[in-house]
Structure formats: structure tokens, C-alpha cells
């Protein structure tokens, strides 16, 4: 939530005091389970989150990432994704 925001925009309390934008995640939560290891390792300029919560809780948190994302998601970000509550993310 800090950096991606309560609906995955990308515009959390801490990207202001980040240098590199945060991804706008609404719309390309497709497949919740494919992200777990990217979410607990990290990649890129995103910290990993293994000390932080286990698997599990990061599956849970990325299946509410998707519905909510998926909500509030710009037209665009939806084309050719399927209205599934158990979606996940895209890259």
C-alpha cells in the first residue's frame, strides 16, 4: 500500500520519496500465484518482502491486489484480461 497505493496506481505515501515511479498495477493483477516469488524476492529497484510476510500471505495479498486492481483499473489496462476474481498479475 505504501508504494503501490490502496488500489494498486502506483501513488502510495512513499513514492514521493522515491526516485523511480511506482507501477500503475491496475488492470495487469493476472495471475496472483505466478507473482509470489517476484513479490517475495523482489526485482528491479522493488525490495523483496521474504522477511516481511510468508507465501501465503503473499498469494492472499495479491488475489486482493487483483480484485481491487482490477476495480479501479483505466479502460486500457483491461483489454484482453479475464473478469476472474481469482486473477493475478501481469508483467
Given at each position: ?5 490502496s ?31 517476484l ?20 498469494l ?32
Amino acid at each position: 500500500v505504501q508504494c503501490h497505493g490502496s488500489t494498486g496506481a502506483g501513488n502510495g505515501a512513499a513514492t514521493a520519496a522515491l526516485i523511480q515511479p511506482v507501477p500503475d498495477l491496475r488492470g495487469k493483477v493476472t495471475n496472483p500465484d505466478d507473482l509470489v516469488q517476484l513479490v517475495q524476492l523482489g526485482r528491479g529497484t522493488m525490495p523483496g518482502f521474504e522477511t516481511s510476510f510468508d507465501k501465503h500471505d503473499t498469494l492472499r495479498t495479491l488475489k486482493h491486489l487483483a480484485k481491487i486492481a482490477a476495480k479501479d483499473a483505466p479502460a486500457e489496462a483491461l483489454k484482453g484480461t479475464a473478469d476472474d476474481e481469482d486473477s493475478g498479475v501481469d508483467d
